[in-house]
């Protein structure tokens, strides 16, 4: 059915509107590819989530619902990165947006850490130099 309205476009000659019809046949792979990332990361989100639930929960862990679902929703996000790369949706914003994104989370992790373990390595330092 498609090829027929291309060749209905190019022997009426509509170039413009044939050379529109062939882009949006060409879209259509990248449109399907899109689909399947997306049904795949969303299995891959739900299943990861549930590994680290239930690895949380057998070591008793009280925040094992949080940390389930930030591992959830922060693999949907990469793979809401991944489908508007692959549809070519403002790529660079996009590159450009998950990269600070990406080193914004881990700039806040190492804040975290470092000041919340400061006191935790001090007292390892002290007992180093307490064995020498």
Do not use: H
Request: hydrophobic letters at 60%; proline letters at 1%.
């Amino acid at each position: 059915m498609l090829v027929v309205i291309l060749a209905t476009f190019n022997s009426l000659n509509l170039t413009t509107a044939s050379q529109l019809f062939n882009e949006i046949m060409l879209f259509i792979p990248n449109i399907i590819v899109s689909i399947i990332i997306l049904l795949l990361g969303i299995y891959l989100a739900n299943m990861v989530s549930q590994i680290v639930l239930a690895s949380l929960k057998n070591m008793q862990d009280k925040t094992a619902e949080m940390i389930s679902n930030i591992t959830r929703y922060a693999i949907i996000a990469l793979t809401i990165f991944i489908i508007l790369s692959q549809l070519s949706i403002a790529k660079d914003i996009v590159s450009s947006a998950f990269i600070l994104l990406f080193g914004a989370i881990c700039l806040a992790f190492a804040l975290a850490f470092g000041l919340g373990g400061k006191d935790w390595a001090a007292d390892i330092l002290k007992k180093l130099n307490n064995k020498k």
